[in-house]
C-alpha cells in the first residue's frame, strides 16, 4: 500500500529554494556561453521571455541582448548583401616643382617678403601610390541599407624608417604591415586602413515617398564638382562626417546636409565625450563651441528639358581661432574663424552636339586675422573678432560640341574659370602687404580640382582666370585619348599662386604687377580591358613658365614636366 507523504510548508519552501538557485545558474551559465556563441540560444516555436532584465536600448547591444529576441542574428539574408572594390597603382613623376629651386615643408617655393626670393635645392619627385577601396552594403529593406567603405592609401616602400637605425633594413617596409614607422609632423603614426564611408541610408524617411536620409560618414559631390567633390584622383579622396537628407520629386530634387569637419572637444576614438577636457593645442581649447561646420543646401530643378539648374547656399562657420589656420596669410584655406555664406547657381544644357555648363559664385561674411602685428583691424591678441568682411566670387563656364555621327566621337570644348583674390591676403605676414582690410580670396572648400584647371594640378580655383581648349576622341571601343592645353593667370597680382590643393605655392611680392603663371599642356590615352573592368592609362603634362614665376621667385624658371601610369581594376 502507497503511503502519501505531506510535506510541510517550510520544507516546500525549501526545496523551491533548491530549484530557484539551480535555474538561475543554469540561465547565467547559458546567458555567459550565448555571450560567446551569440547564436547558440534559441527558444522553442511559439515561445518568449516575458520578463528580461533590463538592457539599455539607446545603444543596443546585440550579444547581451539576443538571448531575449531570437530574430537579431537570424534575420541576414545573403542575397541582400553587396560588395564594391577597386584597386589602383599609380607611379607619378615630377621634374622641377619649384621651377628650378627647392620646396619649403608647406609645399610653398619661397617666403612672403619684398625682395624675390627662391628656397634652396631642387625639387624632384619620383613615388607609387597604391589604393585599394572594399564596400560592403547590405540592403536590410527596400528602404533600408547598411553600408561601410575601408580604404589603404598606400605609398610604395613608406611603412618603414627611411634613415636612422635600421634603415631600409630590420625598419624597413617590407618588416611593417600596419601604421608607418615614421610619425607625421604631428608626432602622430601614419597609418594607411581608414573608413572612407560608413552611414546609414533610409528612403520613404518617416513614411513620406521621396524623402531619403543618409547619417554617418559619406561622399558629398555637387554639379561640376567645383566646390564639393569626391577628389577620387587624390589616393584618399575627401568624405564628411554628417547627415544629408534628401527630397526627390518630379520637378526637383532637394538636399540639405549638416557636416562637422572639425571637432575640438574629443578625439576621434575616445571612449566617451561628457566631462573630459578639450584638445589641447587650439586658441577654442576652453570652447565647447570651437568647432568647424558645413551647412549645404543644394537643388536641382529639372522642369525644362535638356537643362539642369542647381540653385544653391552653403554655411560655413570655423570657431578655431584666427591663429590656428592661418600659416599662410588670410587665403589659407579654412582660415580660422570665419563665418562665410556661398550662393551661387549652375546651368547645365546638353542638346544635340551641343553641351555647356556655367556656374557663378557669391561669397560673403566675416573673418578674424591673426592680430600679430599692427596692422590688425580686431583689436586683440587672439585674433578672435571678425574685423575683415569676405566679399568673393568665381565663375566656371565650359560650352563642347562632340561630333557623334563621326568616327571616334571627337569632342572639342572650351572653357573659362575666374576666382576673385585681395591684394593684402599676406598682410599677416609681412607688414610690406599693408593693412588687414579685407579678406576676399575666394574659398574653394572641398572640390576636385583635377577635373578643371589642368592635369598637373598646379592651380586652385581660387586668385585665378584662364582659358582652355580641349580634344577628346574614341579611336576604338576601347581608347580614350585627351588633349588639353590651358593658359594660367592670377586674378589679383598682389595675392599669392595657389596650387589644386588649396595651398600657397608662390607668395606674390607686395609690388608685383605679373599675372601670367605660365601654359600648360597635357596628354592622356586610357585603354579599357575586360568590358571596362580593368583600364590602363598614361599622362604627360608640360608646363611653360610666365613672367609671373621668374618675378616673384627672382631668376630664370625652369619649365616642370609631370607624368605617370595608372592600373585600375573596379568591380
Known amino acids: 500500500m502507497n503511503t502519501v507523504r505531506t510535506i510541510s510548508s517550510e520544507e516546500l519552501r525549501g526545496k523551491w529554494k533548491t530549484v530557484f538557485l539551480a535555474a538561475m545558474t543554469a540561465a547565467v551559465e547559458l546567458f555567459i556561453f550565448c555571450g560567446s556563441a551569440q547564436t547558440a540560444f534559441q527558444l522553442p516555436e511559439g515561445e518568449k521571455i516575458t520578463n528580461p532584465i533590463v538592457i539599455g536600448r539607446g545603444i543596443p547591444q546585440k550579444e547581451a541582448y539576443e538571448p531575449f529576441d531570437p530574430q537579431i542574428g537570424r534575420n541576414f539574408d545573403i542575397r541582400n548583401l553587396w560588395l564594391r572594390a577597386d584597386l589602383r597603382v599609380r607611379p607619378e613623376y615630377r621634374n622641377n616643382v619649384c621651377f628650378g629651386g627647392g620646396i619649403g615643408a608647406a609645399g610653398q617655393c619661397n617666403a612672403p617678403g619684398i625682395a624675390p626670393n627662391s628656397l634652396a635645392g631642387k625639387a624632384n619627385d619620383q613615388f607609387v601610390q597604391q589604393m585599394i577601396r572594399l564596400g560592403i552594403g547590405y540592403d536590410l529593406s527596400p528602404d533600408v541599407n547598411f553600408y561601410l567603405e575601408f580604404i589603404d592609401s598606400r605609398t610604395w616602400g613608406g611603412n618603414g624608417t627611411p634613415v636612422g637605425a635600421g634603415g631600409a633594413g630590420n625598419n624597413g617596409d617590407p618588416l611593417i604591415h600596419t601604421c608607418g614607422a615614421t610619425p607625421s609632423e604631428g608626432g602622430r603614426p601614419v597609418c594607411s586602413l581608414g573608413i572612407r564611408a560608413g552611414y546609414m541610408l533610409i528612403r520613404n524617411f518617416a ?20 566646390l564639393f567633390g569626391h577628389f577620387d584622383w587624390a589616393n584618399t579622396g575627401y568624405s ?66 535638356g537643362f539642369l539648374i542647381e540653385p544653391f547656399y552653403a554655411y560655413y562657420k570655423n570657431n578655431l581661432g584666427g591663429g590656428d589656420i592661418s600659416s599662410q596669410g588670410l587665403g589659407t584655406p579654412k582660415h580660422g574663424n570665419q563665418t562665410r555664406h556661398t550662393v551661387g547657381g549652375r546651368v547645365a544644357m546638353k542638346k544635340g552636339f551641343f553641351d555647356l555648363s556655367s556656374e557663378v559664385v557669391y561669397q560673403f561674411g566675416q573673418m578674424g586675422d591673426t592680430a600679430a602685428s599692427a596692422s590688425s583691424l580686431c583689436g586683440d591678441s587672439g585674433g578672435e573678432g571678425k574685423c575683415l568682411h569676405i566679399n568673393a566670387w568665381a565663375t566656371r563656364n565650359w560650352i563642347g560640341y562632340t561630333a557623334f555621327n563621326w568616327p571616334g566621337k ?57 582659358f582652355s581648349g580641349n580634344f577628346q576622341a574614341r579611336p576604338t571601343k576601347d581608347d580614350h585619348i585627351e ?10 597680382a598682389r595675392d599669392n599662386w595657389y596650387r589644386a590643393s588649396q595651398g600657397v605655392y608662390v607668395f606674390s611680392r607686395p609690388d608685383n604687377t605679373q599675372t601670367h603663371i605660365g601654359d600648360e599642356v597635357d596628354v592622356v590615352w586610357t585603354h579599357f580591358f575586360m568590358k571596362g573592368i580593368v583600364a590602363f592609362q598614361a599622362g604627360y603634362g608640360h608646363l611653360w613658365p610666365g613672367s609671373y614665376i621668374s618675378h616673384n621667385l627672382g631668376r630664370r624658371a625652369v619649365g616642370q614636366d609631370w607624368a605617370y601610369a595608372q592600373l585600375w581594376i573596379n568591380f
Request: aromatic residues 12%; charged residues 15%; hydrophobic residues 40%.
Open 207 to 226: 513614411g513620406v515617398q521621396g524623402l531619403g536620409l543618409k547619417a554617418g560618414r559619406q561622399y558629398v559631390v555637387f554639379g561640376d564638382q567645383s
Open 240 to 305: 564628411f562626417d554628417g547627415v544629408m537628407v534628401q527630397y526627390s520629386h518630379r520637378i526637383m530634387d532637394i538636399h540639405a546636409g549638416w557636416f562637422r569637419t572639425a571637432e575640438t572637444d574629443l578625439l576621434q576614438g575616445a571612449p566617451l565625450g561628457s566631462g573630459n577636457p578639450n584638445i589641447a593645442g587650439t586658441g577654442q581649447a576652453k570652447n565647447a563651441a570651437g568647432d568647424a561646420d558645413l551647412i549645404i543646401l543644394y537643388n536641382q530643378i529639372k522642369t525644362i528639358p
Open 410 to 466: 571627337p569632342r572639342i570644348a572650351f572653357n573659362f574659370d575666374y576666382a576673385s583674390g585681395d591684394g593684402r591676403a599676406n598682410c599677416t605676414l609681412n607688414a610690406a602687404y599693408g593693412d588687414c582690410k579685407t579678406a576676399n580670396t575666394f574659398e574653394n572648400f572641398f572640390p576636385t580640382n583635377h577635373i578643371h584647371m589642368g592635369y598637373m594640378d598646379v592651380m586652385a580655383w581660387k586668385n585665378m582666370m584662364s
Open 483 to 492: 588633349i588639353w592645353y590651358t593658359n594660367l593667370h592670377l586674378a589679383n
